[in-house]
């Protein structure tokens, strides 16, 4: 039975100031990229990073593939961001596929780079592994990638968190000591998988808080592209997509425009419900694409710096 309208209510409502007016741009950004694999690709990955940058982001990171499979074209990107742009460029790092001596020698070069963030991650299994076993001679998870990146330099260190529990953890404990270990071992911060629930969020956030946890957890938030993708994403990671979404994607994927508008609208609602929770600090899924993440920064009162 469809829930009686109060027409009273519906008036105020309408009449009210819009969700986004006199937002004070008090928040602060970050922006992730995966390295491109042609030079069509690294052509929009250029363009996408001079779009973002003069919002002046905490940081840019870029994704590193399993196995170190993306390891050169990571390193390229990051040390371009680093020198070109003047954002301080974070690098990905997991424990995927090598020993620790492989990974050790990436961390340093990052930083003999010039690199002093890196995101370090487990990592995904590979391509075809349905589940993570750890190299024999590597590191068998993030906490202990966190130990020995802290051996090697004075990073700074995110690392990932997921509001909705890891689909490898034991039980919703077990995946916040988790989270609590890799950041005792040295970690600054945790940035969230998507999510599309600010109320997940907040949930996850005074979880951790009860567990001891007092890092900044970062929420991660991602436009749809593809709603299709997203789906896909998101069986992957755990991710509960709401069953409104569906419906009000439908038949979008073959109208990229108007996908955008919808997906602009949506993503920036739930970081504005995000902000009324008292969130300042927001990182962005830009799949190497800028428009979305710039109208959702833009309805979130972050305008471009230094008059550019």
Same mark, same amino acid.
């Given at each position: 039975?469809?829930?009686?309208?109060?027409?009273?209510?519906?008036?105020?409502?309408?009449?009210?100031?819009?969700?986004?007016?006199?937002?004070?741009?008090?928040?602060?950004?970050?922006?992730?990229?995966?390295?491109?694999?042609?030079?069509?690709?690294?052509?929009?990955?250029?363009? *996408?990073?001079?779009?973002? %940058?003069?919002?002046?982001?905490?940081?840019?990171?870029?994704?590193?593939?399993?196995?170190?499979?993306?390891?050169?074209?990571?390193?390229?990107?990051?040390?371009?961001?680093?020198?070109?742009?003047?954002?301080?460029?974070?690098?990905?790092?997991?424990?995927?596929?090598?020993?620790?001596?492989?990974?050790?020698?990436?961390?340093?070069?990052?930083?003999?780079?010039?690199?002093?963030? $890196?995101? +370090?991650?487990?990592?995904?299994?590979?391509?075809?592994?349905?589940?993570?076993?750890?190299?024999?001679?590597?590191?068998?998870?993030?906490?202990?990638?966190? %130990?020995?990146?802290?051996? $090697?330099?004075?990073?700074?260190? *995110?690392?990932? %968190?997921?509001?909705?529990?890891?689909?490898?953890?034991?039980?919703?404990?077990?995946?916040?000591?988790?989270?609590?270990?890799?950041?005792?071992?040295?970690?600054?911060?945790?940035?969230?998988?998507?999510?599309?629930?600010?109320?997940?969020?907040?949930?996850?956030?005074?979880?951790?808080?009860?567990?001891? $946890?007092?890092?900044?957890?970062?929420?991660? $938030?991602?436009?749809? !592209? *593809?709603?299709?993708?997203?789906?896909?994403?998101?069986?992957?990671?755990?991710?509960?997509?709401?069953?409104? !979404?569906?419906?009000?994607?439908?038949?979008?994927?073959?109208?990229?425009?108007?996908?955008?508008?919808? *997906?602009?609208?949506?993503?920036?609602?739930?970081?504005?419900?995000?902000? +009324?929770?008292?969130?300042?600090?927001?990182?962005?899924?830009?799949?190497?694409?800028?428009?979305?993440?710039?109208?959702?920064?833009? !309805?979130?009162?972050?305008?471009?710096?230094?008059?550019?």
């Amino acid at each position: 039975m469809t829930a009686e309208l109060d027409p009273a209510h519906e008036e105020r409502t309408a009449h009210d100031e819009p969700l986004f007016s006199g937002l004070p741009g008090d928040i602060n950004v970050s922006f992730e990229f995966f390295p491109p694999k042609t030079d069509k690709m690294a052509n929009t990955l250029r363009e *996408s990073v001079a779009t973002l %940058a003069p919002l002046a982001p905490r940081f840019m990171s870029v994704t590193y593939g399993a196995g170190g499979s993306t390891r050169e074209r990571t390193h390229e990107q990051v040390v371009r961001i680093n020198n070109e742009t003047g954002i301080p460029a974070a690098a990905h790092l997991t424990c995927v596929d090598a020993t620790r001596e492989e990974v050790d020698a990436v961390a340093r070069h990052y930083w003999e780079s010039g690199i002093r963030h $890196i995101v +370090a991650l487990r990592g995904d299994p590979p391509e075809g592994e349905h589940s993570f076993s750890p190299h024999p001679q590597g590191y068998a998870n993030a906490a202990e990638l966190v %130990a020995g990146l802290k051996a $090697i330099a004075p990073f700074e260190i *995110s690392v990932g %968190a997921y509001p909705e529990v890891h689909p490898d953890a034991a039980s919703e404990a077990d995946d916040l000591d988790n989270l609590k270990r890799k950041l005792d071992a040295g970690a600054s911060r945790a940035i969230t998988q998507f999510f599309f629930d600010p109320e997940c969020f907040f949930r996850f956030r005074d979880k951790a808080a009860n567990t001891g $946890i007092d890092a900044e957890i970062i929420p991660g $938030i991602m436009p749809v !592209m *593809s709603f299709a993708a997203v789906q896909r994403m998101s069986g992957l990671c755990g991710t509960a997509i709401p069953d409104w !979404m569906e419906g009000l994607f439908a038949g979008l994927d073959e109208r990229p425009a108007a996908r955008q508008l919808v *997906s602009a609208t949506v993503a920036a609602e739930l970081c504005r419900r995000l902000y +009324a929770g008292d969130v300042r600090d927001f990182h962005f899924y830009t799949l190497n694409r800028a428009e979305l993440s710039y109208a959702i920064c833009h !309805m979130l009162g972050v305008r471009p710096r230094g008059g550019q």
